[in-house]
């Protein structure tokens, strides 16, 4: 079966602009996760969707970021506008319901300049 | 606050020895605790799940201890060969049973030919 998949791999933006990181979860997992790797710290959770629900965001820095899962399928993490803060690695991850294990995709590397 | 513990220096051993990377928590009480080994530029790819009732998991050449009085996991990678070589990560669920992996930061582990 295909994996989790995001994109872009890489992103370079200006400080100030709009960007937004797709992620393709496992077909059928209802569970969705984004997390974030900033530089020389561990990955943070930063929301969960339940299909198209929103069902934990308590991770989610401030309101300059917007996930959005419409149809409850492939999700979008908006970063509007980006700030230097922002840089790092932003995973995505599925899973189904009751199940342990989680899947993650490689990541969407963004650097803000 | 709660807080995941990885050893923060890369463990380095010989080829065919056992390699044990250690996970210590505080303030949590997990309903499971999730290893992950983690490529550079790639995304966590799950290996395995142990639950709070559970005391040791195997799977091939990997196990799993938990310990919860200790607040301690133990992951042993048996005859460990190169290709092993990469940073491991353990994951817990947040206390009060969310469910959703809180990442400690990794181990890095260098299996020497």
């Known amino acids: 079966e295909a994996g989790v998949t995001q994109f872009p791999s890489h992103s370079v933006i200006e400080k100030g602009q709009t960007v937004t990181l797709r992620c393709d979860p496992i077909?059928?997992?209802?569970?969705l996760y984004w997390y974030r790797r900033v530089m020389g710290k561990e990955i943070k959770f930063l929301l969960h969707?339940?299909?198209?629900?929103?069902?934990?965001e308590s991770g989610m820095p401030n309101n300059r970021f917007l996930a959005e899962r419409t149809g409850g399928t492939y999700s979008t993490l908006k970063v509007q506008p980006a700030e230097l803060e922002d840089s790092g690695v932003y995973f995505c991850a599925s899973s189904q319901p009751g199940q342990g294990d989680y899947t993650f995709g490689s990541g969407t590397r963004l650097t803000v300049v | 606050s709660q807080k995941i513990e990885q050893n923060s220096e890369a463990l380095n051993i010989q080829e065919g020895k056992t390699a044990t990377l250690t996970c210590n928590y505080t303030n949590y009480s997990p309903a499971y605790l999730q290893w992950y080994r983690q490529d550079p530029g790639r995304g966590p790819v799950f290996l395995l799940l142990i639950r709070e009732n559970e005391k040791e998991k195997r799977k091939e050449r990997l196990k799993v201890t938990f310990d919860t009085t200790l607040k301690q996991s133990l992951f042993h990678i048996t005859a460990s060969q190169p290709a092993d070589s990469a940073t491991y990560l353990c994951?817990?669920?947040?206390?009060?049973?969310?469910?959703?992996?809180?990442f400690g930061r990794g181990t890095s582990l260098i299996v020497h030919p």
């Open positions: 994951a817990l669920d947040y206390s009060g049973g969310s469910y959703i992996p809180t």
């Open positions: 077909s059928g997992h209802d569970n």
């Open positions: 969707f339940v299909k198209e629900s929103k069902q934990d």
